[in-house]
């Protein structure tokens, strides 16, 4: 039925310039047949008007032959039938578009039930235009929460599914199907949504999948506490990329400098590890800890396959006995989130009280 409707409402400036062009020639035709009866052009096209309208006033001229009342007859009739038209037209024209986003907004919901396992993301700015398009690239199912007018017109006309209500409120996840969801990406740039849009979500679908950004660090850890399975910090990871292009060039080339190693990356991200570098500092623990202490005292949650000494030695798949420097850069593979792993090489060395002396 809704595409039936549709049909029918697709084309109101089409009919509309359609009827504009009846009235003109029809008042045309008529403006010309009483001239042609011996008025003037200008009581001509004034008498057409006054009958098209039916405003009533009286003739011009009196119409006192059988030439002049078949032509005012003529004019009656095909003038009103034209202004009828031309009123449906133009109500059409101003109508439809609320129609065909009533119809759009019905259309977007019954797509909406039919998904299962699919991922909601909430936010189409920046990072949920890419996160949109290399999932739709992927092949999967998803719908998109954003109530800003203009990035929701965008998303349309890219071909998502919107929903146009705040991520935030519950009935928007409600309506996004996050109760059949896989997994919800909430990348809104204002860390207290993300945090909020994380608890509904949470309680609204326990077995949830949540990956959630985060603009300043110290979030990281409210969003998980909140309920999020991984928090991504797109500044931080930014600063770390340059970081380590500036203090590791070498290996900063080795690991994202190809497309085989990029692709080598990928592969490890589908299997749920990362590849990172991590810097030593100056105060940490792991400083003159051995490799095998730092990969046992991880039960398994990384290795290290490369060590990039301050000194600008580079030592690939170190042995085991070897010990951490202070600035070394570890590059690793690990399937822990990046905050676990840079505590375990960054965390300061614990402070230990003797008597009145802490060591």
Do not use: W
């Given at each position: 039925m809704n595409r039936a409707v549709s049909g029918l409402l697709a084309s109101p400036f089409r009919n509309l310039a359609a009827v504009v062009g009846f009235v003109v020639a029809m008042v045309v035709l008529e403006t010309i047949g009483y001239v042609l009866a011996g008025w003037s052009l200008q009581d001509a096209f004034y008498m057409v008007i006054l009958t098209v309208y039916s405003v009533g006033y009286e003739e011009v001229r009196p119409i006192d032959t059988p030439a002049l009342h078949i032509l005012t007859i003529t004019t009656i009739v095909f003038g009103c039938t034209a202004m009828i038209l031309l009123t449906g037209v133009l109500v059409q024209v101003f109508t439809v578009g609320q129609i065909k986003e009533l119809l759009g907004?019905?259309?977007?919901?019954?797509?909406?039930?039919?998904?299962?396992?699919?991922?909601?993301?909430?936010?189409?700015?920046?990072?949920?235009?890419?996160?949109?398009?290399?999932?739709?690239?992927?092949?999967?199912?998803?719908?998109?929460?954003?109530?800003?007018?203009?990035?929701?017109?965008?998303?349309?006309?890219?071909?998502?599914?919107?929903?146009?209500?705040?991520?935030?409120?519950?009935?928007?996840?409600?309506?996004?199907?996050?109760?059949?969801?896989?997994?919800?990406?909430?990348?809104?740039?204002?860390?207290?949504?993300?945090?909020f849009i994380t608890l509904t979500a949470r309680s609204l679908n326990p077995t949830l999948q949540i990956i959630a950004r985060g603009e300043m660090p110290s979030t990281e850890s409210k969003l998980l506490y909140a309920g999020a399975n991984k928090v991504v910090l797109p500044t931080h990871i930014g600063a770390e990329r340059m970081a380590e292009m500036i203090l590791y060039p070498e290996t900063a080339r080795f690991i994202r400098g190809s497309e085989r190693m990029r692709d080598f990356d990928k592969s490890l991200r589908d299997l749920g590890l990362l590849m990172e570098v991590v810097t030593v500092t100056d105060n940490a623990g792991a400083i003159g800890q051995t490799l095998d202490e730092m990969e046992r005292r991880a039960k398994g949650g990384f290795f290290v396959v490369q060590l990039d000494r301050r000194s600008g030695e580079i030592i690939t798949r170190p042995p085991g006995d070897t010990r951490i420097e202070a600035g070394d850069g570890v590059l690793i593979v690990t399937r822990a989130a990046a905050a676990v792993v840079?505590?375990?090489?960054?965390?300061?060395?614990?402070?230990?009280?003797?008597?009145?002396?802490?060591?």
């Open positions: 907004m019905n259309n977007v919901t019954s797509e909406i039930d039919k998904l299962k396992g699919h991922v909601i993301i909430c936010g189409f700015g920046r990072i949920g235009v890419m996160l949109a398009k290399d999932l739709k690239d992927g092949g999967v199912d998803l719908v998109i929460l954003e109530r800003d007018e203009a990035r929701v017109a965008r998303a349309r006309e890219q071909g998502y599914l919107v929903v146009d209500l705040d991520a935030a409120d519950e009935s928007a996840l409600k309506a996004a199907g996050v109760d059949r969801a896989r997994v919800l990406a909430t990348v809104v740039p204002d860390d207290a949504a993300n945090v840079r505590s375990a090489f960054q965390a300061p060395a614990e402070r230990v009280r003797v008597g009145r002396n802490v060591i």
